[in-house]
């Protein structure tokens, strides 16, 4: 590894549509800057734990506990390329391709697209590794706090939320922002820039 590579850690839940956004924006990123991403798993689910949420939400955070296990089995099993990797599969399944979150074929189908062996489907279904589950999400979450969602960066020594964009930027235009979110949150004392959002995730 070059001594000038930049390392990001990004913690993301696979059903959250802003996370699959800034996470495509992280590989673009990687192809215009000396950056590498390295991902992590966070949890909807144990994040919204114990709030009074509407049943709509809560139906679908019980429906996100197969993929937050299947990346974990994956990442135990495959290592970080293998959770690159199938993230990027069930991701394009759940965002773009509207597949449904949290079922099982959507799941296997992935798997099997990456090359990683199935039943780790049924064991994400039978929640085997909650735990990992959780210790991944309070290594990520704790340092940044719990008033905040997915995603969540670690640069520059700190943790952050965000960012949350849409569409993600390309090219020259993906490495400019990354200039600007490292700049910020190597600035001691910076906590939050926000906007009121106007469009949904597009996926292009």
């Known amino acids: 590894m070059s001594e000038d590579l930049q390392i990001v850690d ?9 996370a699959w956004m800034a996470s495509r924006w992280m590989l673009e990123v990687e192809t215009v800057r000396p ?7 966070m949890s909807l689910s144990v994040l919204n734990e114990g709030r009074d949420l509407d049943e709509g939400y809560k139906r679908l955070l019980e429906k996100g506990w197969i993929g937050v296990n299947a990346a ?5 099993a495959a ?6 990797a199938f993230y990027t599969a069930l991701g394009t399944r759940y965002h773009p391709g509207g597949e449904p979150v ?9 798997l099997r697209e990456c090359g990683l062996d199935e039943s780790i489907a049924d064991r994400a279904a ?3 590794w909650d ?8 290594e990520g979450m704790d340092p940044v706090g719990y008033d905040v969602g997915t995603p969540v960066i670690h640069l520059n020594g700190k943790a952050m939320f965000g960012p949350v964009i849409s569409p993600a930027p390309k090219g020259e235009a993906a490495g400019d922002l990354f200039d600007g979110v490292s700049k910020v949150t190597a600035a001691d004392g910076f906590f939050e820039l926000k906007r009121s959002r106007d469009r949904d995730p597009i996926f292009d």
């Open 35 to 41: 950056v590498r991403t390295v991902f992590h798993v």
């Open 126 to 128: 039978a929640r085997q």
């Open 131 to 138: 735990e990992q589950v959780r210790a991944s999400h309070h």
């Open 102 to 110: 949290g079922d099982i074929e959507v799941v296997r189908a992935a």
């Open 10 to 18: 990004f913690w993301f839940d696979p059903l959250c549509p802003w």
């Open 79 to 84: 290592g970080q390329e293998g959770l690159r």
């Open 72 to 76: 974990i089995g994956v990442e135990l």
